[in-house]
């Protein structure tokens, strides 16, 4: 039976993409992979990562990247899809994609509700039926089992790629992207209102928010 993982990058930041990643494998190949050291994304360093990511796409029989850039977390967010089931209906795109064609398939979710039958039921609304598949949602997959692991390799990886882009994009360097990184936040406050036009801040996010209400203030101020 092929296993398929599916993991997450980048849910909480203020700056940048969400990045999920869906890694078909054989029984076989996860053993291997296991031996050659893939785990969670978060316990390696950044050159691990990077050349397991390589092996991951060579030996997966398919893998799928989705990038969620922060326009539509906005948007979906102001519309009422949370950033949870926002997720689960990206994670179904995934299953959708993966499936087709194969069977059986387990695939195996790291859920990212504290509510995992809750989320489940959600993301099942979004999964083409008549599939030949079963499906474990459960939390710390990413640890648990090596193919969730190789998936957060491969969404690591990506969003640290379209981090560099946005960087190189702008000339600024914002740090991770994450509130809780000075650098980000002290971009937030000097730079991010003259970036807005890119589409790269979560503006639904309350780092952004309570920045625009200063600055909307300290103008009002200096009139």
């Known amino acids: 039976m092929l296993r398929l993982g599916i993991d997450d990058s980048g849910r909480g930041p203020v700056i940048g993409p969400m990045v999920l990643a869906g890694v078909l494998v054989s029984a076989e190949v996860e053993k291997k992979w296991k031996k050659a050291g893939v785990k969670d994304s978060k316990q390696l360093s950044k050159s691990r990562r990077q050349r397991l990511a390589e092996k991951i796409k060579a030996e997966a029989v398919a893998y799928e990247i989705v990038i969620v850039e922060p326009r ?40 990212p509700s504290n509510n995992i039958k809750s989320w489940q039921n959600y993301m099942m609304k979004y999964v083409d039926k008549n599939q030949d598949i079963s499906i474990l949602c459960e939390h710390k997959a990413d640890v648990k089992h090596v193919v969730c692991s190789a998936a957060s390799i491969l969404a690591k990886v990506t969003r640290d790629a379209e981090i560099e882009k946005i960087k190189k994009l702008i000339g600024v360097d914002f740090g991770s992207g994450y509130s809780s990184d000075p650098i ?30 200063k600055r909307r203030q300290k103008k009002l101020t200096d009139f």
């Open 72 to 111: 539509e977390i906005d948007t979906r967010w102001r519309a009422g899809t949370n950033l949870n089931k926002l997720e689960a209906i990206k994670t179904a795109k995934i299953i959708n994609a993966l499936s087709k064609g194969f069977g059986p398939i387990e695939v195996i979710v790291d859920c």
């Open 184 to 213: 980000t936040r002290k971009f937030i406050e000097n730079h991010a209102h003259k970036h807005k036009k890119h589409g790269i801040v979560r503006e639904t996010w309350r780092t952004w928010q309570e920045q625009e209400t």
